[in-house]
């Protein structure tokens, strides 16, 4: 997952080299680029101040939930490797995804090995040699081993983790829901505002809640 403050650096620099092209670009050209660095600034520059400010605010208010979901979904990881550190005593400072899942599913490092092994007899049935090497490549032993002090614990940790993933999911959808609504800002610039000969145009309104299309004939 893409950290917060990496799309704000982006979002600066992106603002500032749309800036820097919309000055020497065509008006229509120019609105295009100003949707797309922030939905609603090229319906203010097309002097659509309503349909700006709630593209504006929308565009807000998806950042504000992409940055609760992503604190979220930390918090919970967080949690989990605390969790899994205290009940099973886990090495939380190993940095890989598959160790955490496999704390997910076995009760013990002793128990993950032993499927280990029998996927290395699956994998190498007349390689004594290869078995071994498997083992030994995909086991966890030494300060990695670990052995929950009950299944209910290990399913609590399976559920914070699974709470942080949809946490992550959900911040992700955010990410999409962002480039919709430069998409929408983009074609409401071009076909609806600066198109003057266009006969579809959007309807909106900040003093009641209205959203509609209307048509001219």
């Known amino acids: 997952m893409i950290k917060p403050m990496f799309f704000f650096l982006a979002g600066t620099v992106l603002l500032n080299i749309t800036a820097g092209i919309a000055q020497a670009l065509r008006p229509e050209t120019k609105v295009i680029f100003a949707s797309a660095a922030i939905p609603g600034w090229g319906q203010f520059l097309n002097k659509d101040q309503d349909k700006g400010e709630i593209m504006l605010w929308a565009e ?13 979904g930390v918090f919970q990881t967080n949690d989990a490797l605390l969790f899994a550190r205290r009940y099973a005593n886990a090495n939380i400072k190993i940095k890989s995804e598959k160790y955490f899942r496999a704390l997910e599913r076995y009760n013990s490092a002793e128990e993950y ?3 280990i092994r029998r996927e290395a007899r699956a994998l190498y049935p007349n390689d004594p040699q290869a078995q071994l090497n498997y ?12 052995t929950w002090k009950s299944e209910s614990l290990r399913f609590r940790y399976w559920d914070q983790r699974r ?6 999911t959900r911040a992700s959808f955010c990410i999409g ?3 919709l609504n430069r998409v929408i800002s983009i074609i409401d610039c071009y076909y609806f505002s600066f198109n003057k000969l266009s006969r579809v145009n959007f309807r ?5 809640t209205e959203l509609g299309i209307e048509y001219r004939f």
């Open 204 to 208: 909106t309104s900040l003093n009641k």
């Open 135 to 146: 083992f030994y490549n995909n086991g966890y032993f030494g300060d990695s081993v670990w």
């Open 113 to 115: 090995n032993i499927a």
């Open 60 to 72: 807000s208010a998806i950042w504000l939930l992409y940055s609760g979901f992503y604190r979220y």
């Open 177 to 179: 829901a962002s480039l």
């Open 163 to 168: 709470k942080a993933k949809q946490a992550f």
